[in-house]
């Protein structure tokens, strides 16, 4: 079922999901299963999985020379996916993305995803590679998630690349898109990224997944002036206990997010980081009463792989 129909089923109740990624190469996916299987007493519609790309590593020959190699860490979320599905009886969300993909190998990925009863995508532009700094799609790739979203909406149509439209043909793709409370760091404004973002709802995506934030004052900002732009679509919070002391900088680095002082002061105070762990688990939970209260559609938490800490915010509120 499409993440919009459990949204509409759900009545007002507001419901529980998060995000994994897959093992790392050569790990065993009962890691990952195990990861899950904690979370499912609290009976997920969905959980979504993300997606990534290939890196640059450059590797010394004996002779001093270096070689640029491709490398994938994180392969296997179109498989993983119908894994978790299989395994769990759940629906899960694979996210796409645009970097590293030709729109031939969008269309290919699409009808794999639609032969394996996956009706629910996340579309996204992705990060540019490390080393090459800003976004380079590929030669016939899509530049923008709104082009990928585009595309999406095309096939629900029935009209693939190089066919003619022919409605027996037409898939039934559920859309999500990503949206950012703080702005994305590329954006030239918050008033730009929000006119950005009601173009990608205008091309066809269904629903808007935030980028994790940490204080609800933001969500509750941008939520209003997405409303007041237009957007009418649902906007799901995405949450992350804070789990380690590091975290105070790796966060901000990473996802261009501002920590609350009041968050930063009571971590910093930590001996280690079991206390540090307590105090993001603490954090999230009045996040989420009070996200629930608000009467958010969904809080969708960001696991990073670890899933005790959503495992006890979880345990108190659904
Ligand atoms: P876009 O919507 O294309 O926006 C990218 C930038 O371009 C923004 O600054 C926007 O304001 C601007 N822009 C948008 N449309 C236009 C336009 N038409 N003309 C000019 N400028 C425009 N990354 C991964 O690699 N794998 C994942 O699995 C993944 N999952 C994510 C899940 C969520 C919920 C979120 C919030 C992010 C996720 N990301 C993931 C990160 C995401 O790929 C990056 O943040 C990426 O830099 C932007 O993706 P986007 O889909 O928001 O891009």
């Known amino acids: 079922m499409k993440v ?18 897959p093992p790392k190469k050569g ?15 609290f009976k997920p519609p969905f959980i979504d999985v993300t997606y990534h790309r290939e890196e640059y590593v450059y590797r010394q020959h004996p002779n001093g020379l270096l070689e640029k190699k491709t490398v994938r860490r ?5 498989g993983i996916c119908a894994a978790i599905k299989n395994r769990f ?22 009808i794999d995803l639609h032969f394996l009863g996956i009706d629910s ?16 799609p590929e030669p016939d790739g899509h530049a923008y998630a709104c082009d ?15 066919e003619a439209q022919d409605d027996t043909w037409a ?3 559920c859309i999500g898109t990503a949206g950012y409370p703080e702005k994305h760091f590329e954006a030239p404004n918050s008033g730009a990224d929000i006119r950005y973002l009601k173009h990608k709802v205008d091309r066809g995506a269904d629903y808007i997944v935030t980028q994790m934030f940490f204080d609800n004052e933001q969500f509750f900002d941008y939520e209003r002036r997405c409303r007041e732009a237009g957007i009418t679509v649902p906007i799901i919070p995405g949450l992350k206990p804070l789990t380690t002391k590091a975290q105070l900088t790796m966060l901000p680095r990473t996802f261009f997010l501002n920590l609350p002082e009041a968050l930063v002061e009571a971590v910093s ?12 688990i603490e954090w999230c939970l009045n996040q989420s009463r009070e996200l629930m209260a608000h009467g958010v559609p969904c809080l969708h938490y960001y696991s990073m792989g670890k899933a005790e800490s959503i495992r006890k915010v979880a345990k108190e509120l659904f």
């Open 27 to 41: 790990e065993d996916i009962h890691t990952l299963f195990s990861n899950i299987e904690p979370l499912m007493e």
């Open 121 to 136: 995508v996340l579309a996204l532009r992705g990060d540019p590679i490390k080393s090459d700094g800003v976004f380079k």
């Open 89 to 110: 009886d759940v629906d899960t969300v694979p996210h796409l993305i645009c970097g590293g993909f030709t729109k031939e190998e969008t269309e290919n990925a699409l």
């Open 171 to 173: 898939t039934d793709f």
């Open 269 to 280: 105070q930590c001996r280690d980081n079991e206390a540090a762990r307590a105090v993001g």
């Open 74 to 78: 994180r392969p296997g979320t179109v």
């Open 148 to 162: 990928l979203i585009g595309q999406l909406a095309d096939l629900n149509k029935g009209e693939y690349l190089d």
């Open 4 to 21: 919009t129909d459990h949204l509409a089923q759900a009545d007002g109740k507001t419901l529980f999901s998060f995000e994994v990624l």
